[in-house]
């Protein structure tokens, strides 16, 4: 079998040995190729999770915040109230010593 290399020297022809010497770098080429693709490919997959992840990060900490305002409100409320229990109690304390 004769082919014409048409990728460097369109004017030399190759023999069937010189073919198949031809067709395993291009082989190799193709399967880098491949390897490129699916490496880009999986970069863009873990870029668009971390922004994801980034958001869901975001998201949680405004929820953290939020539940920690409470809390504080929760303690400062509770320290309130014990304070007006304190209060009230020592009011029937003094009242029943009188």
């Given at each position: 079998m004769v082919a014409q290399k048409t990728l460097f020297n369109d004017?030399?022809?190759?023999?069937?040995?010189?073919?198949?010497?031809e067709v395993k770098p291009l082989e190799k080429l193709k399967s880098l190729d491949d390897k490129i693709s699916a490496a880009i490919e999986r970069v863009k997959t873990l870029k668009e999770e971390k922004a994801v992840m980034e958001r869901r990060l975001r998201d949680l900490e405004e929820l953290l915040?939020?539940?920690?305002?409470?809390?504080?409100?929760?303690?400062?409320?509770k320290n309130l109230i014990k304070s007006q229990l304190e209060s009230l109690l020592n009011e029937i304390e003094n009242l029943d010593m009188d």
């Amino acid at each position: 079998m004769v082919a014409q290399k048409t990728l460097f020297n369109d004017d030399q022809i190759m023999n069937e040995k010189d073919l198949k010497k031809e067709v395993k770098p291009l082989e190799k080429l193709k399967s880098l190729d491949d390897k490129i693709s699916a490496a880009i490919e999986r970069v863009k997959t873990l870029k668009e999770e971390k922004a994801v992840m980034e958001r869901r990060l975001r998201d949680l900490e405004e929820l953290l915040n939020e539940k920690n305002q409470e809390i504080e409100q929760l303690r400062s409320e509770k320290n309130l109230i014990k304070s007006q229990l304190e209060s009230l109690l020592n009011e029937i304390e003094n009242l029943d010593m009188d």
